[in-house]
């Protein structure tokens, strides 16, 4: 007979997604610096690599969407991207050549970086049938242990690549996707975490189906521009830091970490406002405020002043990251399917545009300038925004 104690899999899925915010956060603002500045690739191989993944990991998002209605055992889908995930920043961590780094960032983590979105996707099914008056704060909750992660682990992975090696990142993140196989192998010993796909399947299959409302539409579009803007900061800080402010691989953790810390708490500000704000509102200020605050720190002239504009970056940040969440999710009603997928195509849209404007305007190695161009496309993703959904912003203040 099973043990009578229950698995506690809140725990788990907490330490599981603790550990998925690890593998973004060790590796995200170093990604950039490993393949130019360790490995010799040209700005415009990076950016070009960085597409090809975004053009395969689409293919994957697609792949995985078709195997998850059909699959009988969600936790599968999340035990093979961490294998994959370890696998792939193993390599990297392991190999240090240009052509690890492309197999790895270009056909393997793809699936790896999958392990994001399958959690979620997990997390929100296990609570919607185990516990759903709770389910969407759970979900929350999950999200904010992800975000911990950013704020814990970017000065450490900072202090070990500046007194070790760089390529030590990898292997930080390479453990931390074997912890997420390792519980979800264990999860997978207790039929209680069993949750089956084919309900939910069956159930979109009868859903209507049809075009979006052209204010939904504009509202994407916007959301798709914004990320790309925030792409291209993604990319081009960590650079800025390490070449035209003079800072050290350990300042970048502390940006990363920093940057992370500040949004805490206006994510609950923000979720606090939503009640008396449109979610189209906050973001399209939330948009103009990012291009601000990218258009100032373009012009920072130490280290120090880019810390100091993360207050402006926390605010508008938490936003972008936080409500278009919502927006997306409600785009197509009673289809958390295929609003999902609408979630994955937006951020790899995101990423293959974002990459291929990195290649193209640092070729020269003048990345005040990507910096300067992203300003422009976040404050231009607001007014898209701004334009699509103005009615109903105005009918919301009525």
């Known amino acids: 007979m099973r043990d009578s104690i229950p698995m506690p899999v809140t725990a788990m899925l907490g330490a599981s997604m603790f550990c998925s915010g690890v593998t973004f956060a060790s590796t995200a603002p170093y990604a950039a610096i490993v393949g130019i500045e360790a490995l010799g690739l040209s700005s415009a191989q990076y950016g070009l690599l960085i597409a090809i993944g975004s053009v395969v990991g689409a293919l994957v998002s697609v792949a995985l969407g078709y195997a998850s209605d059909r699959l009988h055992d969600r936790r599968v889908l999340v035990l093979l991207a961490a294998v994959a995930g370890m696998v792939g920043y193993g390599l990297i961590y392991a190999v240090r050549t240009q052509l690890a780094f492309v197999v790895a960032m270009g056909a393997i983590m793809p699936l790896g970086l999958a392990m994001f979105s399958q959690n979620f996707a997990y997390a929100r099914v296990y609570y919607n049938a185990k516990n759903p008056e709770r389910s969407q704060f759970m979900v929350s909750a999950m999200r904010t242990v992800f975000t911990v992660a950013w704020v814990v682990v970017p000065p450490i992975v900072g202090v070990i690549a500046a007194q070790f090696s760089v390529f030590d990142v990898y292997l930080v993140a390479a453990l931390a996707y074997a912890v997420c196989g390792l519980i979800f192998a264990i999860m997978m010993t207790d039929p209680g975490t069993h949750i089956a796909s084919a309900p939910i399947a069956k159930r979109e299959a009868g859903a209507k189906r049809g075009l979006l409302p052209a204010p939904i539409l504009t509202g994407l579009a916007g959301i798709l521009v914004i990320n790309i803007a925030m792409r291209l900061v993604t990319l081009a800080m960590p650079l800025t830091i390490v070449t035209r402010l003079g800072g050290t691989l350990a300042d970048v953790g502390l940006y990363a970490g920093f940057a992370a810390a500040m949004e805490i708490p206006f994510m609950i500000m923000w979720g606090y406002l939503l009640a008396r704000m449109s979610r189209e509102a906050i973001i399209v200020g939330n948009a103009l405020l990012l291009g601000l ?53 937006v951020a790899i849209g995101a990423t293959l545009v974002g990459a291929t404007a990195f290649g193209v305007l640092s070729a020269t190695g003048d990345y005040q300038l990507v910096l300067q161009v992203a300003a422009a496309i976040a404050a231009a993703g607001g007014l898209i925004m701004l334009t699509g959904n103005a009615s109903r912003m105005r009918a919301r203040l009525a």
């Open 293 to 345: 605050y990218i258009y100032l720190v373009s012009q920072a002239g130490s280290v120090l002043e880019v810390f100091w504009l993360q207050i402006l970056n926390g605010i508008a940040t938490a936003a972008l990251m936080s409500i278009p969440i919502s927006y997306i999710q409600d785009a197509i009603k009673g289809r958390v399917g295929l609003s999902t997928s609408l979630m994955d195509a």
